[in-house]
């Protein structure tokens, strides 16, 4: 008898070992080829800039990734993502900077109910938009709702004339936030076609504060958000609609005028505001893509200096042949500038792209696209006009 019931104990103990099994995924991306950029900014004198050459990222971001997952049991699992960037045309492959821009997270998941994940994470709309957009969230110009420039001397100091922040507003983080860490993320399962996204970002800090105005150190900062989204598939369509708010508040310091971008996100004592709605239908010949896009940073010490961008977009893809895909779309929106006097501008964006798979795993890709400001008003809000085009091999793995 005892010798029964140890034989089940040890069967129980090798069952529920097999149970809580767990694996490891090791991904990447590899995206090389020749890519080329024109540019020009015109304040009271014309600048402009040419660069061509070997570069990488030209349809993708280059990075590496592990993600696991392990069964707990029960419909319970845990899971994990660590991402990095990867700088395949720099003497290192990779870098400090480059090592933070990426995801990792650690999460709980159960079936029936969703999941919980706590890390740097992508924000919903930045999901979202990789759903319903014909480009793929390339990083060629002429995504008016993603915008991005990829230049072939990107490695360099890029020449401050190449940019007209308040009008073109190039740079992926323009249109919305990419990514936030310090992410509290909860995502349920699909039920009836919906499924909804929920998210909760808190880093605060408060410490002593020493010196007064822009020279001043410590105090409080607190950089904060929230948001959510849902989605709803039914068939050969999907819609989602997603909103965002990301909050910067430091006593120490004077106020930094909100320009997408970087500077957006370290600004101090503003609001940012973010709402993406976006749909796809799949018609079988094409897929076509409607998009929508507001952000709105607001100071938070004079609501009536903010910085706004809306644009809109429509495009579609089709698979030419089964090797062949390629997708078009365009796009416009206006920018009102920060300050008193609210300068704005019309903006305008089109993209064509084609892929060619040598396999599941690799292909060879043609991009470009085109930006440009118009009806500008106010000093600060140059006219631009740029283009960029790219053609090389992204392998996957």
Known sequence: MKKSLLAVAAIGAFASAAQAQSSVTVYGILDVG??????????????????????????????????????????ASAFFTYEVALGVNDANSTTTASNQNRQAFVGLAKKGLGNAAIGTQYTPIHIAVGA??????????????????????YNTTTPANTVSPNSSNIGSSAGYTVRT??????????????????????????????????????????????GGGLNYGWQKLLVTANYQSLTANQVAGAPTPAIFGSAAQSGVNMKDNQFYAGATYDFGILKAYVQYINRKATSELNTAQ???????QIGVKANLTPTIESWASVGNGSFTAYGASLPKANITAYQLGTSYYLSKRTNLYAIYG?????NTAGASNAAYNGNNYGVGVRHTF
């Open 34 to 75: 020749y890519i080329g950029s024109n540019q020009r900014l015109a304040t009271t004198s014309v600048n402009k800039t040419e660069v061509a050459g070997f570069a990488s990222g030209g349809q993708s971001t280059n990075r590496l990734g592990f993600k696991g997952n392990e069964d707990l049991g029960g419909g």
């Open 132 to 153: 319903t957009s014909a480009n793929g969230q390339n990083n060629i110009m002429g995504d008016i709702i993603y915008p991005s420039n990829t230049l072939a001397n």
């Open 181 to 226: 860490a310090n992410m509290l993320k909860l995502q349920s399962e699909v039920v009836a076609g919906f499924q909804a996204t929920a998210f909760l970002t808190a880093n605060g800090n408060d410490s002593n504060q020493t010196g007064t105005g822009a020279t001043a150190t410590g105090g409080k900062n607190d950089r904060n958000g929230w």
């Open 306 to 312: 903010f910085v706004q961008r809306t644009a809109q």
């Open 370 to 374: 085109a930006t440009g400001t118009s």
